[in-house]
């Protein structure tokens, strides 16, 4: 298979394990996003890929090629770093051309790719500028160049937006992605911002405390997260206990859930209901029963915060479809079942 | 705080002090030394007051530019071996760890506190062919006989360059600690291996503490007086020897003052010419 292929990767720093036995195939051109919170792992895995650090256990392929102890240099990566680590004694075009330099390409071609490279990110006629003198969304993209310039087999960004603010953020986003798409190239991002993560991935990978969690589409982490943790950590979403009686019916807050169809043997477990599938009703009429604590109106969504069997429930509306509560009011809630995710509690 | 720019004398007060430690220690010796340097021998007695060219005038003999010419040399060369051995090592040193870099800072300390004399008479035993490193070498079997590695050219730089390197380390360690570290990642990244991206990435970046480190060495070697006489043969002797020469041993002031002053005019011209060469290279 080409691409990378990422065997059962390991990694301890003296008795912590940052990394735990970590497996994941990147076929050729997808865009992975790693995605997790601060602390688990994302960077000591991506190191790993990078060669920066070596996996105290399992084995790294790329492109069939067992690259577990292959040095650094010899990988053919592209990689841009959160500090960016743009070389500070080197103008514009000097940093791009820097792997070409060291690959020994004739001075003329070097200028020829460089050219490119800036007309690639908007850039060109900025060759001869010292790094220190661009803006931050500017630095940003000349990093990315000088990584992209010898046309890597796999191209690795830790956090590569997170200095930015965050409208020019959301730009570089799309335009990483429609870089990524132009290329075709296999691309590794560390992110701790679903959105980035569902902006531009193929493919998302959840982790926490070293361990991937749940590795799949964005659409299908929102839809059908894996566990409790990948559920609230993608997106907003209730968390809502649930028991099943024998027949496999589901009573959650009090009331049943008509419909639902809980896997044989669960007894009891978690639903996970995004608030845009949270509907309020009249009260009665077999709806569960909550009272609306407060209202968040932010223009472009309403949330309605129900309080419902001792536990908070968010309900996320559009403008057109306002419901029409006021806090301290009864009202129903309605939950369609091909809406709920049952998980393991 | 107040940024303005001092209106009154009064203002001023704070740096009475040290301005004056600097007229009384520095000024004045050297204002002396300059107008010594004019004055006339005086072979009954010290000197007497004049204004002659004699002192500079003698100095203009080849005897005198050899010495002149040797002492740059070695002052140079001590420079180069300094940076050239500290600045690998330093780079080391900060990407170790902190134990690490305790021990050796710790040791490189107390070597500075060592005096000239002694590490010039403890070379001079080590160098020696009764006791000196070159019975290691006949014991492991690499000599046949041990010889005398001193008096020569090579014992005054060892030892000039022991005696300089602490501080060559002290003085890059803060930059190199500053380093980014993953620059030179950055640069494995893009294909360069360790010792390339040292060469490509953290030598150039360091270029202007490099260079302010290389002057510093420079002129710290070109005082010293003890270890070429310990070491060296009288062809090894600096200006710096013949200066104490003159001053101490032949009581000529006015000799001495007029080469410590053309010393100094040299080196000041020395080091200009380096900043300007740099500053050129940094504009290309
Ligand atoms: N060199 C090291 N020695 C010891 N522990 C380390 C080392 N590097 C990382 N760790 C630990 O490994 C864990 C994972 O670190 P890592 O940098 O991979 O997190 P991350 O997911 O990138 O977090 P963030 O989003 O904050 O960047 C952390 O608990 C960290 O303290
Ligand atoms: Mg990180």
């Known amino acids: ?345 | 705080m107040r940024r303005e720019a001092p209106q009154k004398l009064s203002d001023y007060g704070p740096l009475l002090f040290p301005a004056g430690m600097l007229i009384v220690f520095f000024v004045i010796p050297f204002a002396t030394m300059i107008a010594v340097s004019f004055f006339k021998r005086d072979p009954a007695g010290f000197y007497s007051t004049a204004f002659v060219f004699d002192n500079y005038a003698r100095f203009l003999s080849l005897f005198f530019g050899k010495v002149l010419g040797f002492s740059l040399f070695l002052a140079i060369a001590v420079a180069i071996c300094c940076i050239l051995l500290a600045v690998p090592f330093t780079y080391l040193l900060s990407r170790a760890s902190r134990r690490t870099q305790v021990v050796w800072l710790v040791g490189l300390l107390s070597v500075l506190s060592l005096s000239e004399v002694i590490i010039g008479f403890a070379w001079s035993t080590l160098f020696s062919r009764t006791a000196g490193i070159t019975n290691l070498l006949v014991a492991i079997g690499l000599m046949s006989q041990p010889v005398a590695l001193n008096p020569s050219l090579g014992a005054v730089l060892t030892a000039m360059v022991y005696q300089a390197l602490p501080y060559t380390v002290l003085v890059l360690y803060p930059a190199l600690v500053r380093l980014d570290p993953t620059l030179t990642e950055a640069a494995r990244t893009l294909g360069a291996s360790p010792i390339k991206s040292f060469f490509t990435v953290v030598v150039p970046a360091l270029r202007n503490t490099i260079m302010a480190t290389l002057i510093m060495v420079f002129i710290f070697a070109l005082g010293s007086y003890l270890l070429p006489q310990i070491l060296g043969r009288p062809q090894h002797w600096t200006l710096s020897v013949l200066i104490t020469d003159q001053a101490i041993y032949q009581s000529n002031m006015p000799f001495a003052a007029a080469m410590a002053v053309f010393l100094v005019l040299v080196t000041l011209a020395l080091v200009g010419l380096t900043l300007l060469a740099g500053r050129k290279g940094e504009a290309a």
């Not at chain 1, 990378?4 to 990767?9: D, E, G, R, S, T």
């Not at chain 1, 690639?120 to 003198?133: E, F, N, Q, T, W």
Request: with cysteine; aromatic share 4%; charged share 20%.
């Open chain 1, 1 to 345: 298979m080409s691409g990378l292929a990422l065997q059962n990767i390991t990694k301890e720093f003296g008795t912590f394990t940052a990394v735990k036995n970590v497996s994941l195939t990147v076929p050729h051109g997808t865009f992975v996003c790693l995605l997790g919170p601060s602390g688990c792992g994302k960077t000591t895995l991506m190191r790993m890929i990078a060669g920066l650090d070596l996996p105290t256990g399992g084995a790294i392929k790329l492109d069939d090629a067992d690259i577990t102890r292959v040095p650094t240099h010899k990988r053919d990566l592209g990689m841009v770093f959160q500090s960016l680590a743009l070389f500070p004694h080197l103008t514009v075009g000097e940093n791009i051309a820097y792997s070409l330099r060291i690959r020994g390409v004739g001075k003329e071609d070097q200028k020829k790719r460089v050219d490119e490279l800036l007309s690639m990110i908007h850039l060109s006629g900025y060759a001869d500028r010292p790094v220190a003198k661009l803006s931050g969304g500017q630095r940003q993209r000349v990093a990315i160049a000088r990584a992209l310039a010898i046309s890597p087999k796999l191209f690795l960004l830790d956090e590569p937006l997170s200095a930015l603010d965050a409208k020019l953020r959301e730009a570089m986003q799309v335009e990483l992605r429609q870089l990524q798409q132009r290329l075709g190239i296999t691309t590794i991002v560390v992110t701790h911002d679903q959105r980035e993560a569902m902006t531009m991935a193929d493919t998302v990978v959840v982790m926490n405390s070293g361990e991937i969690r749940q590795a799949a589409a964005p659409v299908e982490i929102y839809r059908r997260p894996a566990d409790t943790f990948v559920a609230d950590f993608i997106g907003m979403t209730n968390l809502i206990d649930f028991t099943a009686d024998s027949t496999g019916r589901a009573h959650a807050l009090g009331s049943p859930i008509e419909g639902l169809a809980v896997p044989g043997g669960l007894s009891r477990g978690v639903l996970s209901v995004r608030p845009e599938d949270v509907h309020l009703t009249a009260p009665g009429h077999g709806a569960m029963a909550g009272r609306v604590t407060f209202v968040r109106d932010l223009g472009g969504t309403i949330e309605t915060f129900v309080e419902a069997g001792g536990k908070q429930i968010v309900a996320v509306s559009m403008p057109h479809a306002r419901p029409d509560v006021t806090v301290g009011q009864d009202v129903g809630i309605k939950l369609s079942p091909d809406t709920c995710v049952v998980l393991k509690s």
